[in-house]
């Protein structure tokens, strides 16, 4: 089935034939005295908004016959009228034939860009496995950059030989540079995810793979994840908002480090603390980035998220995941003025 034209473009579509039919209908209407004629560019005026040249040249065309046909009528052929109108209609095509061109152009350029980035894309945030060891796992993302499906935030799951290993991150800033950090960082952890022999040594790693390679004042906040085969979660924390814990009869927690620890970039004396929560069959982890909770609405109230946990029930944790998303998009009422990410691990039963 082919993909429908949004309206607005359906209305610049019809828009210089229905003005030039209102235009007609005016001059007629009027008679001789008045001098309407040159109002007939408008059509190939909008013409050039919508569309290739081809189109813009035949409407401007129509146009030219149009004035002509009218000049005739009024009785004008001779006139001055008719021959300033007609150049008018010829000098408004003209432009707008150029504009079209450039525009065609521009938007070959932007789609051989898209494609381009949403390869580098699906290289940088590729697919998050639907399951690994005893997980289930959808991921959502959410950017704040127009016609982006990425941004600062980033996630990564790891099956190593001492269990799943996970990381949910929030670079501080956005566009191509936060990209970048993203990337650094999603780099670094695949590789000591599964390199190192424990959580604190992959995220030591990490740091310090991060502080060699950022300047300035950048930083990124993150909670790395770990679940061997014992019914517990492992969890470090650089700074970001700790996961929701959400048990099968809907109960749910926020577990908080023993000590919050500054986030990766910026040098800190000490590492975070790793501690540990219950994790087993039935139960979900919600790991997210501070887009999530800081979502606002009109009335600057930010988005609930544990008052609407029960969204988390569905049976497919895909499902359940889109079912926050979508919560979340209604919450704000606007597009997002920043990246939200969302890892949902959920604890199989047996």
């Not at 001059?27 to 013409?47: E, I, K, N």
């Not at 191509?176 to 780099?187: I, K, R, S």
């Amino acid at each position: 089935m082919a993909d429908r034209k949004p309206p607005h473009l359906t209305v610049l579509a019809v828009l210089p034939f229905v003005v030039m039919v209102i235009v007609t209908a005016v001059d007629v209407s009027a008679g001789p005295g008045v001098g309407y004629l040159p109002l007939v560019s408008l059509g190939p005026a909008f013409a050039g908004l919508v569309g290739g040249w081809r189109r813009t040249a035949l409407i401007g065309a129509s146009a030219l016959l149009l004035c002509t046909a009218l000049g005739i009528y009024n009785e004008s052929y001779s006139h001055r009228r008719l021959y300033t109108a007609l150049a008018s209609v010829a000098g408004v095509t003209a432009a707008g034939i150029a504009a079209a061109v450039m525009r065609q152009r521009r938007e070959a350029e932007l789609a051989s860009v898209r494609s381009i980035a949403e390869v580098a894309q699906r290289v940088l945030l590729r697919p998050v496995p639907r399951s690994a060891g005893p997980l289930r796992i959808a991921s959502s993302y959410t950017s704040a950059v127009a016609e982006a499906r990425i941004g600062g935030d980033l996630y990564e799951v790891v099956a190593s030989p001492q269990g799943v290993r996970v990381i949910v991150g929030d670079v501080q800033g956005k566009g191509l540079d936060a990209v970048e950090t993203a990337a650094l960082v999603l780099g670094a952890f695949r590789e000591a995810a599964h390199e190192e022999p424990d959580l604190t040594s992959v995220g030591a790693r990490v740091e310090r793979v991060v502080n060699r390679e950022l300047q300035g004042e950048k930083f990124v906040t993150a909670t790395l994840a770990e679940v061997g085969d014992r019914h517990t979660i492992k969890l470090l924390n650089y700074g970001h908002p700790a996961p929701m814990v959400v048990r099968p009869d809907g109960a749910t927690s926020f577990p908080e480090p023993p000590r919050y620890a500054l986030p990766l970039g910026v040098h800190a004396a000490a590492g975070p603390e790793p501690y540990e929560t219950d994790f087993a069959p039935g139960d979900q982890v919600l790991i997210y980035t501070d887009g999530v909770t800081e979502t606002r609405d009109r009335t600057g109230a930010f988005y609930p998220l544990g008052e609407h946990s029960f969204l988390l029930k569905d049976p497919d944790p895909e499902a359940a995941l889109d079912a926050v998303r979508a919560d979340l998009v209604q919450h704000a009422e606007s597009p997002p003025h920043d990246d939200a990410a969302m890892l949902l691990l959920r604890y199989q039963e047996h």
